[in-house]
């Protein structure tokens, strides 16, 4: 492993550790432990079996991909990659897609640069569905996230300290590094990704099976959502949100994860937070959900992630 790539990745979890030093810093974390030994934690079980389902689709979805380039593909190895980049993405942010497309190979020989472009592919049409969401949400929660922002108005200003602290932090370390950064040719790799999302959504007229490649799009993105609003039930304050504030906190959640922070330790639990704030609930309710959801997926990960690391690894001794 490359030492850039190390430090880069320390660098990030302790962004994401400072980002939970700062959601906790003024809580009752008495009152949170109390809630959290309350919750209901047969839901959070059924939250993660949304989440692994959301697996079992994006597999059938990377099929219909590898097929469409006249390769064979098992389901078996499919499913087990996914889950092996998830798992990977805890330790290494957005090594995921590598390591998934590597195993994949070693297991079915289909070149790693075909597979990185289904990638490429899967992303543009995630991302572009999580902006729609987006605007959906924003449009049907106005009325609540207007009354939240409004309400900044009379936050104390002290409470901005931390975040100025961290601000002018930045702003020194870029100073410092300004040589560094400027040795990055910033716009090829703005005009490289946009020729990438350019690529992926001409690469989508050419797809297999269109209409069963929508469904599991789909079905992989309300597996997302209900795997969020099942944990709603697992704490009585938030037991009556619906469907919808599921997809709203699902989409802020999501941004919260883009964040390249190992498993999205801190900035999901943030976004998550400030999306159950905006929605008129607590803090302490907000953390303690983000707690829920967070953990049950991050089971989830850790568990199918190992299955499928010591599955794939006696296919790769086979073949």
Not at 5 to 18: C, N, R, V
Not at 96 to 120: A, M, S
Not at 147 to 155: A, G, P, R, V
Request: glycine share 6%; with cysteine; proline share 2%.
């Amino acid at each position: 492993m490359k030492i850039k790539t190390f430090f880069k990745s320390l660098i990030f979890l302790i962004f994401g550790f400072i980002i939970i030093y700062f959601i906790f810093k003024n809580q009752d974390l008495n009152k949170m432990v109390l809630k959290l030994k309350s919750a209901n934690y047969c839901y959070l079980i059924v939250s993660m079996i949304f989440g692994f389902c959301a697996y079992i689709f994006r597999a059938l979805r990377w099929q219909i991909l590898i097929n469409t380039m006249q390769y064979s593909s098992k389901f078996g190895p499919a499913l087990h990659s996914i889950s092996i980049g998830y798992l990977a993405n805890v330790i290494f942010p957005r090594a995921g897609e590598i390591v998934r497309c590597t195993y994949f190979n070693q297991v079915t020989k289909v070149p790693v640069k075909k597979l990185i472009g289904n990638v490429i592919l899967e992303r543009v049409i995630d991302l572009s569905i999580l902006i729609v969401l987006l605007l959906f949400s924003f449009t049907i929660k106005f009325n609540e996230i207007s009354i939240f922002f409004s309400n900044f108005k009379t936050i104390n200003p002290k409470n901005y300290i931390p975040i100025l602290v961290l601000i002018s932090i930045l702003i020194c370390l870029l100073f410092i590094f300004r040589k560094r950064i400027l040795r990055f040719n910033f716009l090829k790799k703005l005009q490289n990704f946009l020729s990438d999302i350019q690529s992926g959504f001409k690469s989508i007229f050419y797809i297999n099976k269109k209409n069963l490649f929508s469904l599991y799009t789909i079905l992989i993105w309300l597996m997302y959502i209900f795997m969020t609003q099942i944990c709603f039930y697992s704490i009585p304050e938030t037991s009556n949100l619906n469907f919808f504030d599921g997809i709203y906190i699902t989409v802020i959640g999501g941004l919260g994860m883009i964040i390249p922070v190992q498993g999205g330790i801190g900035s999901y639990h943030a976004a998550v937070t400030l999306a159950l704030l905006s929605l008129g609930h607590s803090e302490t309710t907000g953390i303690t959900l983000a707690i829920l959801i967070h953990t049950a997926q991050s089971v989830m990960i850790l568990f199918s992630g190992t299955i499928s690391t010591v599955v794939l690894s006696f296919q790769k001794i086979k073949s």
